[in-house]
Nanobody, 122 residues
Framework: DVQLVESGGGSVQAGEPLRLSCDTS????????MAWFRQAPGQEREGVAV???????RYVDSVTGRFTISSDNAKNTLFLQMNSPKPEDTSVYYCAAEDWGCFGLDTNNFGYWGQGTQVTVS
């Protein structure tokens, strides 16, 4: 079975770094497009960052320069380093994966999802 399990969320002060992890199993992690999305109450799910199989990364403008997406292929784990978080970054953060191609930060492009981890920045 495919599993994506996020961890590392919590409550932090603005500017306090936080690192999210996504432990995965059941699919071909090394050849998959991996991403982080987030969803605040009453809002649509938003793409935050994506990393493709060549290690190329892209970010939504609002987090560029503050967040870094990375992966550990040996451990099938995805990370999101959140530096200088702001209150507007408060959301549930989701890990997402797709093993047949990488087509950008749209929820329709990802078939596997985690359950999410809450991040609150005050």
């Amino acid at each position: 079975d495919v599993q994506l399990v996020e961890s590392g969320g919590g409550s932090v002060q603005a500017g306090e770094p936080l690192r999210l992890s996504c432990d995965t199993s059941g699919f071909r992690f090394m050849v998959s497009c991996m991403a982080w999305f987030r969803q605040a109450p009453g809002q649509e799910r938003e793409g935050v960052a994506v990393i493709d199989t060549d290690g190329e990364t892209r970010y939504v403008d609002s987090v560029t320069g503050r967040f870094t997406i990375s992966s550990d292929n040996a451990k099938n784990t995805l990370f999101l380093q959140m530096n200088s978080p702001k209150p507007e970054d408060t959301s549930v953060y989701y890990c997402a994966a797709e093993d047949w191609g990488c087509f950008g930060l749209d929820t329709n492009n990802f078939g596997y999802w985690g359950q999410g981890t809450q991040v609150t920045v005050s």
